[in-house]
């Protein structure tokens, strides 16, 4: 998988366009959104490109300053014992060489990032969702996964946020490309804080309704962590398919009831409901995938409008997406 230099500036740019608007827009939340918090992202990614080329002097010094941070990624991409010689080993690695520049021609810092966390932490806290302190990292890897926890260290991969036409993604089917704009990086980022405070608990014999409902309080959740938060973003889709889901939600719906699926209890059923795929087959072919959560999202959304004294850390509890009252109070009608 290489990168090419022709060709790959102008989808760069782009993103980085995308990604400033993005991150630092003030949206809808206006004035009463709380500030964010301080939060100090380390550069590892920086690091390491770096460790390779620097003399020993140089090499100590870099590991005195976020050395957590930096021992939490070497766990993460398997280089143990952490030692010099195998840090400049992976200053020299091909994920390095080849993610690196890229990052740096949409992320010129890592502030981006820090205000993404920052928001999340700070707009959880007013919502009653105390999230734990903890260490928080800029990485890149050649790992599938975009945001890892390890230990007390948040990892974050800005490989895996440069645009859904970086060429080095083309190889990734069209549904995971779609998801890999800057844009949803602090969608992801509050998802991941959020969902590791608050995981999803669906007792013994956990239904797609229950996991549904979950899914949709947790869409409310990051639409509030995110600056100019949306619907179609916290879901991770492009206009077009928002607009298949709105126009097709009572279909969707009526597809739901009559094929059984609200208390199926199928770990593969609720997995094509809500899980990433190119679409949502059990309900509708041309669905993009993951519609399960779209639909769990306006049961909740009308559980809101008719429960308004509802609170998030209460939308995010098992008393609330295991209740089975809850279906009813929310009046849902599409």
């Known amino acids: 998988m290489t990168m090419k230099s ?12 995308l990604a400033m608007g993005a991150l630092t827009s003030c949206g809808g939340h206006g004035a009463d959104a709380p500030a ?13 490109f770096r460790y390779g080329r620097a003399d020993s002097a140089e090499r100590a010094a870099m590991l005195r300053v976020d050395s957590a941070e930096t021992m939490a990624f070497m766990k993460v991409v398997g280089e143990l014992p952490t030692t010099d010689e195998r840090i400049q080993g992976w200053s020299w690695s091909l994920p390095v060489l080849m993610f690196t520049p890229a990052v740096d021609s949409v992320y010129t810092d890592t502030d981006s990032l820090a205000l993404a966390i920052g928001n999340t932490l700070a707009r959880m806290r007013a919502e009653g969702i105390e999230l734990p302190p903890r260490k928080y990292a800029a990485v890149v890897w050649g790992r599938y996964e975009s945001v890892m926890f390890v230990d007390s260290v948040m990892l974050v991969a800005l490989n895996h946020y440069l645009g859904a036409e970086y060429e080095a993604y083309s190889h990734f089917p069209l549904y995971m490309r779609l998801v890999k704009e800057p844009k949803l990086m602090p969608y992801d ?18 239904t797609a309704l229950s996991r549904m409902l979950y899914e949709g309080a947790l869409t409310v959740a990051k ?3 995110v600056d100019g938060g949306t619907p179609r973003e916290a879901l991770g889709y492009r206009p077009e398919q928002f607009t298949f889901l709105e126009d097709e939600e009572s279909n969707l719906w009526n597809a739901i009831v009559a094929r059984g699926l609200l208390y199926d ?11 990433p795929g190119p679409n949502t087959a059990l309900l509708d072919v041309r669905a993009p995938g993951r519609a399960g959560r779209y639909i769990g999202y306006r049961i909740v959304e009308s559980y809101l409008r008719n429960n308004p004294d509802a609170t998030l850390p209460y939308l995010l509890s098992p008393e609330f997406y295991r209740s089975p009252q809850t279906l009813a109070l929310a009046r849902y009608n599409p």
């Open 36 to 48: 964010p918090d301080s939060v100090h992202v380390a550069d590892v990614y920086t690091t390491m």
């Open 6 to 17: 022709t060709g790959i500036t102008e989808t760069l740019i782009g993103a980085a366009l």
């Open 223 to 225: 639409i509030k962590a």
């Open 265 to 275: 209890t199928s770990d593969e059923n609720v997995r094509k409901l809500v899980g």
């Open 189 to 206: 980022i509050a998802e991941a804080l959020i969902a590791t405070e608050k995981p999803y608990d669906g007792g013994d014999s956990p």
